[in-house]
């Protein structure tokens, strides 16, 4: 699934920022609905009617979801497992797996193509109706060591399942938690409230690292889902299973926690740390 870097990824291409048209002054002219249950709300024909016509101010991103700011309407797209996003020629042949297009002036198309129908999206006049479930961004000023000291002490929970919880921290998922649990030398299984205060500074500035540094290297790319990418070649334990920790030399370890493959550095990330 794509996290926040690739998230945010999508969004600088769709806003013009690395090459090639960009989307932010483009008016959509028609709605294509492929696949009816990519479209989460309002019901496909008023969702066709309210968004003809609508030019795109801005594409940002909040947590893993695309955020395309309309007149008046909000455009909310979530990638979940397999999505991607294309900006094209309106020419261009469809490709197989595409649940969504948007027609856009100057003869382009912005497609969504989605192979396993998770995806979704949302039409909205305010989109705090879904934003508002989420957690503070990790990447934002008001992210802050002290603030995620008190958050954790709040909580009995396991380190790597409550980082993965979106109303906690909005945005990663099992790469850049792994890779962050890995830097900051806490162990996956470690409970929240145990974490001293300059621990939850460490894991603070840990997280806060592999998510720059993910962006700057256009995320991962590790399937067929997401092309493009670089940060994969710079693992530290993701899918590293067997192979030396850069830190320390032992053999990374794989194992399931919350129903998710783990990696983590057994000698780097003692049970009690």
Same mark, same amino acid.
Request: hydrophobic letters at 40%; one cysteine or more.
């Given at each position: 699934?794509?996290?926040?870097? #690739? ?23 028609? !709605?294509?609905?492929? +696949? ?5 709300? $309002?019901?496909?024909? #008023?969702?066709?009617?309210? *968004? ?22 909000? &455009? ?15 020419? !261009? $042949? ?27 999206? +949302?039409?909205?006049?305010?989109? /705090?109706?879904? &934003? ?5 961004? $990790?990447?934002? #000023? ?5 603030? %995620? ?8 929970? /396991? ?9 906690? *921290?909005?945005?990663?998922? @099992?790469?850049?938690?792994? #890779?962050?649990?890995?830097? !900051?030398? &806490?162990?996956? %299984?470690?409970?929240?409230?145990? &974490? ?7 894991? +603070? ?6 998510? !720059? ?8 790319? *590790? ?9 994969? @070649? ?32 057994? /000698? ?6």
């Amino acid at each position: 699934m794509p996290e926040l870097p #690739e998230v945010e990824t999508i969004a600088s291409t769709l806003r013009g920022e690395r090459g090639g048209p960009g989307l932010p002054g483009r008016v959509i002219q028609r !709605a294509h609905l492929l +696949w009816p249950r990519t479209l989460a709300e $309002p019901a496909p024909a #008023e969702f066709a009617a309210r *968004i003809a016509g609508q030019p795109v101010r801005q594409v940002g991103r909040r947590a893993k979801y695309l955020v395309f700011q309309l007149e008046p309407d909000w &455009l909310l797209l979530h990638l979940r497992m397999s999505g991607d996003l294309r900006l094209e020629p309106a020419s !261009a $042949p469809l490709q197989p797996h595409d649940r969504l297009c948007l027609e856009l002036d100057g003869s382009l198309r912005l497609a969504f193509n989605d192979a396993r129908k998770f995806g979704r999206a +949302w039409l909205l006049a305010d989109p /705090q109706a879904v &934003l508002c479930r989420l957690g503070p961004e $990790p990447l934002a #000023e008001d992210f802050t060591p002290a603030g %995620l000291h008190h958050k954790l002490m709040q909580t009995r929970r /396991q380190l790597k399942p409550l980082l993965l919880d979106q109303t906690f *921290i909005a945005g990663l998922g @099992n790469i850049y938690t792994d #890779e962050a649990l890995h830097m !900051a030398g &806490l162990h996956p %299984l470690r409970r929240a409230d145990s &974490l001293s205060t300059s621990e939850a500074e460490t894991l +603070w500035h840990a997280i806060r690292s592999v998510l !720059a540094d993910g962006i700057r290297r256009n995320g991962a790319s *590790i399937d067929w889902v997401y092309r493009g990418g670089d940060f994969q @070649n710079h693992f530290r334990v993701y899918q590293r299973t067997g192979q030396p920790c850069p830190v320390c030399g032992a053999a990374v370890v794989r194992t399931v926690v919350g129903q998710r493959g783990t990696h983590y550095c057994p /000698q780097c990330q003692k049970t009690g740390s």
